[in-house]
């Protein structure tokens, strides 16, 4: 989803990221545009019979929605990722019961993460929201590792309770796509859609929205 700026205000020169996280934080900076963290308070439960994609997209917009109204002069950057597998949302775990369930499910197979990016500037009456999928592949897990790694507490604020980046980072045969996007953010995608609403990022060459994978 695409809407092109309209009118001929001045170029954007801030940009807000609406988002909690850290590792968002951390890709973003990879950009090497200045940038302000200011995490939307929204509802993000998953409706009823809401698909995965349906669901970050819906939430990725309503986080950028929620921060644009507040400065709509701003470029401003809502993102939400889900692990999915047999078209089931695996969020982040409620406890360490529940991450060692997610685990358990995800040994040996094949999951799916999806990130949504939400793009808008109010003032240019821009929007722009797309998804990004990658397949990632687990090599068969035993109890033992599981366990150990549930003692890290790395899977707590995790989604599908694992960090690619992290620990987890051995329990991962093989991944088909983008790997920024499993850690949160695929920056590729992101870079181009910030550039789409008028941002200048200096060591990114200029892509269009439409062309960047």
């Not at 950028?64 to 089931?88: F, I, K, N, R, W």
Request: proline share 8%.
């Amino acid at each position: 989803m695409v809407s092109r700026p309209l009118g001929h205000l001045p170029p954007p020169t801030a940009c807000i990221l609406a988002s909690a996280s850290p590792r968002r934080r951390a890709l973003l900076a990879q950009l090497t545009i200045p940038f302000t963290v200011l995490p939307a308070n929204i509802d993000e439960r998953v409706w009823p019979d809401e698909v995965p994609w349906a669901y970050t997209r819906r939430v990725a917009y309503a986080k950028a929605q929620h921060v644009a109204q507040q400065y709509p002069t701003a470029v401003v950057l809502g993102a939400d990722s889900v692990v999915v597998l047999e078209q089931q949302i695996l969020g982040k775990p409620g406890d360490m019961d529940d991450a060692r369930q997610m685990l358990t499910r995800l040994s040996g197979r094949v999951h799916t993460v999806i990130t949504a990016v939400a793009v808008l500037h109010h003032a240019r009456h821009f929007v722009c929201l797309d998804t990004v999928q990658t397949l990632v592949r687990f090599h068969p897990l035993s109890s033992a590792a599981i366990e150990q790694y549930i003692a890290t507490e790395e899977p707590k604020d995790k989604a599908g309770a694992y960090a690619i980046q992290g620990a987890a980072a051995a329990f991962v045969a093989s991944w088909e796509g983008c790997y920024t996007n499993v850690v949160g953010l695929p920056l590729r995608r992101t870079a181009a859609l910030l550039q789409a609403a008028g941002l200048q990022l200096p060591i990114w060459p200029e892509r269009s929205a439409q062309s960047a994978s």
